[in-house]
């Protein structure tokens, strides 16, 4: 199994690696708005553009894996999400850019894009899943704090975001138990939600 390999669908939500078809629905969204807020600063500039060249360019060479989710049910464009900061040697990763309309936040496809993400995560033999979560960004810090991930410290003055200001960054992290732990609990969240 392979990090990028086509197939990545859970509870009626799909992931497909991002592509430049891609940039005009992510460009539409309410994505760009919190870029914004959230991103890191990036060398070429911090406009949309100079950010989806670098995340396809990154893709390129293996350092991430951008996904563009759909919702299978109206092929309704449903957020973004990717594997960063991949150790194959060390089987680690980062999850990070989840970002989804404010619609279907409250929905399955939040807790099936993640199941999805540490489900094909875990296939691939990865022992150590991480975030690295702006402080500032409460809802994404409590979103991994219910999967049971640890909060390993704080990062200060970590990056400097596209706003302008530097972050301190919380780093957490689900690792071996932990990964099947988190993944049990997104499958009775999604269960639940497929239900209400």
């Given at each position: 199994?392979?990090?990028?390999?086509?197939?990545?669908?859970?509870?009626?939500?799909?992931?497909?690696?991002?592509?430049?078809?891609?940039?005009?629905?992510?460009?539409?969204?309410?994505?760009?708005?919190?870029?914004?807020?959230?991103?890191?600063?990036?060398?070429?500039?911090?406009?949309?553009k100079?950010?989806?060249?670098?995340?396809?360019?990154?893709?390129?060479?293996?350092?991430?894996v951008?996904?563009?989710?759909?919702?299978?049910?109206?092929?309704?464009?449903?957020?973004?999400?990717?594997?960063?900061?991949?150790?194959?040697?060390?089987?680690?990763?980062?999850?990070?850019?989840?970002?989804?309309p404010?619609?279907?936040?409250?929905?399955?496809?939040?807790?099936?894009?993640?199941?999805?993400?540490?489900?094909?995560?875990?296939?691939?033999?990865?022992?150590?899943?991480?975030?690295?979560?702006?402080?500032?960004?409460?809802?994404?810090?409590?979103?991994?704090?219910?999967?049971?991930?640890?909060?390993?410290?704080?990062?200060?003055?970590?990056?400097?975001?596209?706003?302008?200001?530097?972050?301190n960054?919380?780093?957490?992290?689900?690792?071996?138990?932990?990964?099947?732990?988190?993944?049990?609990?997104?499958?009775?969240?999604?269960?639940?939600?497929?239900?209400?």
């Amino acid at each position: 199994m392979k990090l990028d390999a086509p197939g990545l669908e859970v509870a009626g939500v799909r992931l497909d690696l991002l592509t430049e078809a891609h940039r005009t629905a992510l460009a539409e969204s309410g994505a760009v708005e919190a870029m914004w807020q959230w991103m890191p600063v990036i060398p070429t500039g911090t406009n949309f553009k100079a950010y989806f060249d670098h995340t396809l360019a990154d893709a390129l060479t293996g350092r991430s894996v951008p996904f563009a989710v759909t919702r299978m049910s109206d092929g309704a464009f449903a957020g973004v999400a990717a594997y960063l900061d991949i150790s194959r040697t060390h089987r680690r990763l980062r999850i990070g850019y989840q970002w989804h309309p404010k619609e279907m936040r409250s929905g399955v496809v939040p807790a099936a894009t993640a199941l999805a993400l540490i489900g094909r995560a875990k296939a691939c033999r990865i022992r150590r899943i991480e975030y690295l979560i702006d402080e500032e960004n409460i809802p994404a810090i409590k979103s991994v704090e219910r999967l049971g991930a640890t909060r390993e410290g704080l990062l200060r003055s970590h990056m400097r975001v596209a706003k302008g200001t530097w972050a301190n960054m919380a780093v957490y992290s689900l690792v071996d138990t932990e990964i099947r732990t988190a993944m049990t609990l997104l499958q009775d969240r999604v269960r639940a939600l497929q239900v209400a």
